[in-house]
């Protein structure tokens, strides 16, 4: 009979790499938690309407990346493709957003029908960060605060650079819009596969295209920030500032978009090139108009979202997960003869005292010298033999594995006190 596998692009996670993810979770999650940015949960299949209203009919994730399918009402429903459209349904319906603030983040697993690589899946995971009912740059200023503080616990700070730009408001990039489509339209012949057709359906988006051609073109192409109302330039101005106070170092790219229709005056990433291609971190931006587009009453919202998949890779790219998070036990429990009572009782009271300490206890018997491999091939850093000598004794044998020590009796009491120094 053929195996059954997973459906490509959507892998699993094994046991040899949760440890990693767990500990950039918790990071993540006490960075916010001191921010007191408090989590919110909601489902992973939405409405399909939420999707096009809120990230647009005519982006790629739409016409091209979403699983969208009737269900058995024949209602067309969606895996959800990003987060923050989720996160306005979710408030809206549940009355947390008109006159309120609401520092909220999220994390779980997204869904896009693209070609699988590495760092892109399709399903991926992120956590989003969100901020509702604030007009003003502080708040845009504290979520990338926020981000450079996560960076630096994480020990990745030197290697990402955060990439700022300002889209101003819809009247003001439409001119722009306009004077662009202008412009590459008399170019056309010259801009690549991608470039041309969306210069029919989000000709913005050009500005992102990696072709060296059409990046040839862009550079007498008309600029965004000469169409900038003064609102929006006001606002910039403010971010900038705020981040220069608090030491947070940026780079001003004026071809700088995002892939979604929401998006409003503040934009930005963080980037790095120890990924190879796949550069960008964490991004995000202001989205004031989002609540009202999906039926709310107009909201002011700034947040940003980072790819668990990329974060780990930039982890590991530049060795910086903890010992810790590699999940091996500190102490392997081996039992020998018919003593599996006294093991399980050892562990249960070593948890009782020590509870940080990690303690696998042997289980399904075999020789002293096969329980041993088992124990050396665990990495825990000692291993705690029970016989039935020992258990008459009321003591247990100590042997270091990791390193260079004699082998010692010792009492209960005594144990405990050398597991602490573990």
């Not at 991926?124 to 996560?150: C, K, N, Y």
């Not at 990696?210 to 920030?225: E, I, S």
Request: charged share 25%.
């Amino acid at each position: 009979m053929k195996k059954i596998q997973a459906i490509r692009g959507m892998n699993d996670l094994l046991p040899s790499q949760s440890g990693r993810w767990q500990y950039l979770e918790g990071v993540v999650s006490d960075v916010l938690r001191r921010y007191h940015y408090q989590e919110i949960r909601f489902p992973i299949l939405e409405q399909t309407e939420l999707f096009k209203r809120s990230i647009g009919e005519v982006t790629d994730i739409v016409e091209k990346e979403m699983y969208t399918f009737l269900d058995r009402n024949d209602e067309s429903v969606t895996l959800r493709p990003e987060g923050t459209a989720c996160c306005v349904r979710a408030c809206e319906e549940n009355g947390l957003l008109y006159n309120q603030v609401q520092k909220l983040w999220y994390m779980g697993p997204m869904f896009r029908y693209e070609k699988p690589q590495k760092g892109r899946l399709r399903q991926f995971h992120q956590i989003g960060v969100e901020a509702f009912g604030m007009a003003t740059p502080d708040v845009d200023a504290e979520l990338l605060i926020l981000s450079a503080r996560l960076w630096r616990e994480l020990g990745v700070a030197d290697a990402v650079t955060l990439q700022l730009n300002s889209l101003g408001v819809p009247e003001s990039r439409a001119k722009y819009r306009e004077a662009l489509v202008d412009y590459l339209s008399a170019h056309r012949e010259n801009l690549d596969e991608d470039s041309q057709r969306r210069l029919e359906t989000n000709p913005l988006r050009v500005l992102d295209s990696k072709d060296p051609a059409t990046q040839a073109l862009l550079v007498d192409a008309p600029r965004l920030g000469d169409f900038l109302d003064d609102e929006s330039k006001d606002h910039f101005a403010q971010v900038c500032s705020l981040l220069d106070a608090a030491g947070v170092n940026y780079q001003v790219n004026e071809r700088l978009v995002r892939g979604l229709d929401y998006y409003t005056k503040t934009v930005f990433e963080w980037v790095t090139d120890k990924l190879g291609a796949q550069g960008t971190v964490c991004a995000g931006g202001r989205y004031d108009g989002l609540v009202e587009q999906l039926g709310g009453r107009s909201t002011p919202a700034v947040g940003f979202a980072m790819g668990i998949e990329r974060l780990v890779l930039l982890l590991e790219a530049l060795e910086c997960v903890p010992e810790a998070a590699t999940q091996r036990p500190d102490v392997y429990i081996v039992a020998v003869g018919d003593v599996a009572a006294a093991g399980l009782a050892l562990a249960e009271s070593l948890r009782d005292a020590l509870p940080y300490l990690a303690v696998q206890t042997h289980c399904g018997g075999g020789s002293f010298k096969s329980q041993m491999k088992k124990a050396d091939k665990s990495e825990a850093a000692i291993a705690l033999i029970l016989g039935e000598d020992e258990v008459k004794a009321g003591q247990v044998t100590v042997k270091f594995l990791r390193e260079q020590a004699d082998q010692q009796m010792l009492q209960h009491g005594a144990l405990i006190e050398l597991l602490k120094t573990l």
